[in-house]
């Protein structure tokens, strides 16, 4: 059965720093999707970026990178240059299958990230 | 960006009744929808999947007869939570797929349907 584990219940960091959120995840088919969302207070969760298990290259968007490394099952965020709009709660998780199968995601436990100005 | 929609966004109702939630692909085709759960500071719990024209599928420990999924259209699938109880209360969320476009790997979220029974 997959699995998506978040250690960090809670991360602080100085506006203007970087932030790492620790991700990994088990799973035995060796097509998967993993994926991290930010859920501000409002509710609404909001696609930060996406990792193929076949692509080569760590994904990028924007502040966002994702440093893959598959041989350790793990998925972790950075976030540069943080803004006091990043504190939010945020959520790794994993979709086993190809892209177009439409399958479910599983999420982690979230880890609630608040910026220090 | 494609948009999914939710209605109610909140909803307060009497323990006992029953209440219905909309969820809408508004410009693109949803083949498979799912409804999550989320109790405060808690992660998002997937209830069941559906897709268009059959029976949606429950994860394990979801009462079927309870939380009632319809997914008529390839732009609505509906949650009806019958009979409410005061653990009911949760905030229920969804999100659309198409495998395809916009992008075969996403899934689009609804804004989330806060429920509180009394």
């Known amino acids: 059965a997959q699995k998506i584990t978040q250690t960090q219940p809670g991360m602080f960091v100085q506006e203007k720093e970087a932030v790492t959120l620790d991700c990994t995840y088990d799973t035995s088919d060796p097509s998967y999707g993993l994926f991290w969302y930010k859920q501000p207070s409002s509710g609404e969760m909001i696609f930060l970026i996406y990792q193929g298990s076949y692509d080569q290259q760590n994904a990028t968007e924007g502040r966002y990178s994702l440093n893959f490394q598959k041989a350790r099952k793990s998925a972790n965020l950075v976030i540069s240059a943080s803004q006091l709009g990043d504190s939010a709660m945020y959520f790794c998780a994993m979709r086993e299958g190809r892209d177009n199968q439409g399958g479910k995601l599983i999420f982690g436990q979230g880890t609630e990230l608040s910026v220090k100005p | 960006g494609a948009v999914v929609s939710q209605h109610p966004s909140w909803v307060i109702c009497k323990s006992g009744t029953s209440v219905k939630i909309e969820c809408r692909s508004l410009d693109f085709q949803a083949t498979t929808m799912f409804w999550y759960r989320q109790f405060p500071k808690q992660s998002l719990m997937l209830m069941a999947t559906?897709?268009?024209?059959?029976?949606?599928?429950?994860e394990q420990g979801v009462e079927k007869d309870k939380f009632l999924i319809n997914h008529a259209s390839l732009t609505l699938s509906t949650l009806t939570v019958t009979s409410a109880h005061p653990e009911d209360s949760s905030f229920y969320i969804c999100?659309?797929?198409?495998?395809?476009?916009?992008?075969?790997?996403?899934?689009?979220f609804g804004p989330g349907t806060r429920l509180t029974v009394t």
């Open positions: 999100s659309a797929t198409s495998g395809t476009t916009p992008a075969a790997y996403e899934q689009y």
């Open positions: 559906s897709n268009e024209g059959s029976k949606a599928t429950y």
